[in-house]
C-alpha cells in the first residue's frame, strides 16, 4: 500500500524539520500510519522529484509529493505541503488544516517562510531517530 502514497520530504540538515516529521510521527492513527512515508530532500527519491519536478530547484520548503493513478505526480510546497500534513493526521488536525485553507495562500506562505527563514536557529540540529516499524517508511 506504500508504494502509490504520498512521500513528505523535508531537510534531512534541519532539526525543526526533523522535530515536525517526529511531530506527525507521534500523532498519526493507525491507519495514517498505512498511508505515508518520508524521505529526505538531500537523498535519492529527493533527488528524483526534482528531476521531474524542476520547478522545485531553489525552493525552501517541505514537499509533500503525491504520485497519481496516470503515472505522474503531483508536488505540493510550503503552507500548502504543511496543510496536507496536517491533513494526513485526521481529526483535529484535519479541521485546522480545511481552516487553514481559507487563509489566502500568500499569507500562509508568508507566514511558512518566516519560520523556513529562521528554522536553523529555532532549533538545534537533531538526527532523525525512527523506531525500526517506522524506519520502513522512510525513503532514501
Known sequence: ?????????????CGFCAGSVQFLLARESATARLR?????????F?????VHHPELIGVD????FEPQQNGLSR????????????AHLGGVW???????RFVPRVLRDSVYDMIAKRRLSI?????????AEERTRFLR
Open 123 to 131: 532549533a538545534a540540529p537533531a538526527c532523525l531517530l525512527p523506531s
Open 1 to 13: 500500500m506504500l508504494e502509490h502514497s504520498p512521500v513528505l520530504l523535508y531537510d534531512g540538515d
Open 46 to 50: 529527493g533527488a528524483s522529484v526534482l
Open 75 to 86: 508536488v505540493r510546497v510550503r503552507s500548502d505541503a504543511a496543510l496536507s500534513a496536517a
Open 61 to 64: 520548503s517541505v514537499v509533500w
Open 94 to 100: 484535519r479541521a485546522l488544516a480545511a481552516v487553514g
Open 36 to 44: 505515508l512515508r518520508f524521505a529526505p530532500l538531500q537523498g535519492e
